[in-house]
């Protein structure tokens, strides 16, 4: 039996010429100490966020928040849009890894994302544009979504795409109530 380490074949010294039950069960190998997996058993998985840290926001939407006497803000997450989230039929953005998001949130906030209705909510774009939505909880499913019409007109002005632009959602409050503030990632460089 073979390991490949380093992308170099190298012999097994551990292995034995006749498989036992216990070896045909086992998809792995140990290599000084450590449990090898073989590269066939390696899924690749696409990440939603990518790890790098969040971006300097860009100056319109600075501004907007600062003018709106905005507090408390927050980066939430990093999304590469997924068709879904542009389809228009949909009208909504999923909003994945809602853990900050929903430690964010006060206690009637979250009774009303739980409730039927969601809490109304704005979005604020990179260039300073307002945009109105609802931020609710869909049960079933244990996802938080921004949706409305506001969504589907944030995607037409900013022209998001698909599977090549990715956003940053970060969260604030100003007059007392909770604001977003939406980044758009194109390219490799944020929006500014």
Avoid: C, H
Wanted: aromatic share 8%.
């Amino acid at each position: 039996m073979m390991v490949r380490l380093f992308g170099v074949d190298i012999p097994n010294p551990n292995a034995k010429l006749e498989e036992t039950e216990r070896t045909k069960k086992r998809k792995s190998t140990r290599l000084f100490g450590q449990e090898i997996v073989p590269q066939s058993d390696i899924k690749k998985i696409r990440s939603s966020s990518p790890p790098s840290p969040p971006s300097v926001l860009p100056f319109p939407l600075m501004e907007t928040i600062r003018e709106m006497e905005g507090k408390d803000l927050i980066f939430v997450v990093r999304k590469i849009l997924k068709r879904s989230d542009t389809d228009p039929g949909l009208n909504r953005f999923l909003v994945p890894n809602n853990e900050v998001l929903w430690g964010f949130l006060s206690e009637a906030e979250k009774a009303a994302v739980e409730g039927g209705n969601g809490l109304g909510v704005v979005v604020v774009d990179p260039r300073g544009g307002m945009y109105d939505m609802k931020l609710k909880k869909w049960m079933s499913m244990n996802m938080i979504v921004l949706n409305s019409s506001g969504w589907q007109k944030f995607v037409k002005d900013n022209g998001v795409k698909a599977e090549d632009d990715s956003v940053e959602l970060w969260s604030f409050r100003a007059f007392s109530k909770l604001y977003f503030g939406m980044n758009v990632k194109r390219d490799g460089s944020l929006s500014n």
